[in-house]
């Protein structure tokens, strides 16, 4: 039992919908070569090569963290590896706090703690303890930290990162959870944020982890959602050395917390009145999305060696728990797994969203099947054999070749040991086919470290998007995406004026060359993190948009028609 237990633990703004459209380009904007739409060999196991063709894109990244300036070491607190708090590892955002078109890079880090926190505690304390960074994107492909300014640099363990304009004033606000702090910190338009946690009504104690935004009631204000993990005691040890440290099973489960916007710059918990803290879990990746098409959104919670909640919206600000009728509670054998980051994202092209969630074995493919319920297709695909072999943490869904196919990139690292590993990177096919793509895609996914959060973002507005992963105990990773042969795009910023500002909750449907892509606007997921908020969408050889649809969590739908590709469009909500 123990050998299993450590195996398994191992702008176009539109003042109406009838405006003509203008296009701005967020910020220059190298167009995409034109390609054939390449999509394989639809019934090729997702382990084989697809069959090249002549322009068939190749996906491939490099690592660009010198270059871009981004030097963040993540800390741990101690000597070595000794409790689940530190290998839980630390996650990071992309979010444009200053309104300039350009994502910036938020990473959020542990530190020392009290000697009677760490098994080992560090012999001399740093001088300057690790601490969160603010890295400002200044649009040539650098950043500069601008931590000091931003007021963003907590005194807590830190452990994740969202951010949603929770007041509507235009401008991106952030929340900070870890080790027995939660930090709601408000954005004040000039580079500063202001602690606004007490003030605001936020309180969470114990271990906060992911987090998400959603406006689960659709009055025009995001709510907020946070996860715990675990009643974690630092003073419980393992009685032997070759238990290492407790895992979580080892402590009691939590409850999580919902808090509702009252519109006016607080907040009041609603845990117990909406029924979200009648389930003990122990959370660990959470995102929000509309699974189901009824225009409100749902909650999906993925727990470590707990069966993962899928709480759905009753429409009158209560939840029903429904994750093992719809097939998504349990691991392909009936198994609690060590669930970790999940992506709602339309594979298909059907128009409902799939659920994609790494864990510490196998990882879910969970294809939407319409019909309030997921099917499993993991095995037959052939994604979860390839990442048996590995503990899968932070991931994205993206076309990062943008060829019309989304893609899946995933990062691994030891669970209970600094066991580093390579990275997983499956190139989509089309109907839920993938090929194996790993080895061929640079040096840098197949560099070897212990990986945690990631977060994806099209930092330098190229049409490709790039990545940043946060790897335990060391140096993080910026992967540029330098593709090549790569097909048309469009990226969509929302702008809600009915609905909260961000558009979160909104759906936008893009229709080209007799093809459908659907995708949410989301603020949270995959693990301990939160993507750029603008929805990026790949669209092979279409060299234009016959038709663009946003669904806005208000219930207006709004109807753009003969767009053009290759550029970020600003979509505002008509009022």
Wanted: aromatic share 10%; glycine share 12%.
């Amino acid at each position: 039992m123990l050998i299993r237990f450590l195996l398994l633990f191992g702008a176009v703004s539109m003042a109406a919908a009838q405006t003509a459209p203008t296009v701005q380009t967020a910020a220059p904007v190298q167009a995409a070569s034109p390609v054939a739409t390449a999509p394989g060999d639809s019934s090729a196991p997702a382990t084989e090569k697809a069959p090249a063709a002549a322009h068939d894109p190749v996906i491939r990244f490099e690592d660009a963290s010198d270059k871009a300036g981004i030097n963040f070491t993540h800390s741990f607190g101690s000597r070595q590896l000794g409790s689940l708090l530190e290998g839980t590892g630390a996650g990071c955002i992309w979010f444009d706090y200053n309104n300039s078109g350009l994502p910036s890079l938020y990473v959020v880090n542990g530190r020392p703690l009290d000697d009677s926190m760490h098994p080992y505690p560090l012999k001399e304390k740093p001088k300057t303890p690790p601490h969160n960074h603010l890295y400002r994107n200044e649009g040539n492909g650098h950043f500069t930290d601008v931590t000091e300014k931003s007021g963003l640099n907590p005194d807590m363990y830190s452990v994740a990162v969202t951010a949603a304009d929770y007041d509507n004033d235009g401008n991106e606000d952030l929340l900070v959870t870890g080790y027995g702090k939660v930090i709601l910190y408000h954005n004040d338009g000039n580079g500063h944020f202001t602690d606004v946690t007490e003030k605001a009504g936020i309180k969470v104690d114990g271990w906060a982890i992911s987090s998400t935004w959603l406006d689960y009631d659709k009055d025009g204000c995001v709510d907020l959602f946070v996860g715990r993990y675990v009643k974690f005691d630092p003073k419980y040890r393992a009685y032997y050395a070759a238990d290492n440290y407790p895992g979580p099973l080892d402590y009691e489960g939590e409850t999580n917390k919902l808090f509702h916007n009252n519109c006016d710059g607080t907040f009041t918990d609603v845990s117990e009145k909406s029924g979200i803290s009648a389930y003990v879990g122990r959370t660990m990746g959470v995102t929000a999305a509309d699974f189901d098409n009824d225009g409100w959104d749902d909650i999906y919670v993925a727990n470590d060696r707990t069966e993962n909640f899928l709480l759905h919206n009753k429409h009158d600000g209560t939840f029903e728990e429904i994750g093992n009728d719809t097939g998504t509670a349990f691991g392909q054998n009936g198994e609690s797994t060590s669930s970790m980051g999940p992506v709602f994202a339309d594979f298909e092209g059907r128009g409902v969203l799939d659920l994609w969630v790494t864990d510490g074995h196998y990882n879910r493919f969970l294809r939407n099947t319409g019909k309030q319920g997921f099917e499993d297709m993991g095995a037959s695909n052939g994604v979860s054999q390839t990442n048996a072999q590995y503990v899968s943490w932070g991931t994205g869904v993206y076309d990062f070749d943008n060829d019309g196919f989304l893609d899946i990139l995933i990062f691994h690292g030891g669970l209970i040991h600094l066991i580093p590993q390579e990275h997983t990177l499956f190139r989509g096919l089309g109907g839920g086919k993938f090929a194996d793509v790993s080895r061929e895609a640079g040096p840098v996914l197949s560099e070897r470290t212990t990986a945690r959060g990631a977060c994806f973002a099209d930092y330098d507005n190229d049409g490709k998007v790039d990545a940043y992963v946060v790897n335990l105990g060391a140096r993080g990773t910026l992967l540029h995406n330098v593709s090549t042969d790569t097909g048309h795009w469009v990226a969509v910023r929302l702008k809600g004026t009915k609905s909260n500002r961000d558009g979160i909750g909104a759906k936008v449907e893009v229709f080209a060359t007799g093809k459908r892509w659907t995708a949410e606007r989301v603020a949270g997921s995959g693990y301990l993190s939160q993507d750029d908020g603008r929805l990026h969408f790949g669209l092979g050889a279409a060299t234009t948009i016959d038709k663009l649809l946003v669904h806005w969590p208000s219930g207006r739908e709004q109807t753009l028609e003969k767009l053009a590709v290759d550029r970020v469009l600003t979509v505002e909500e008509p009022k």
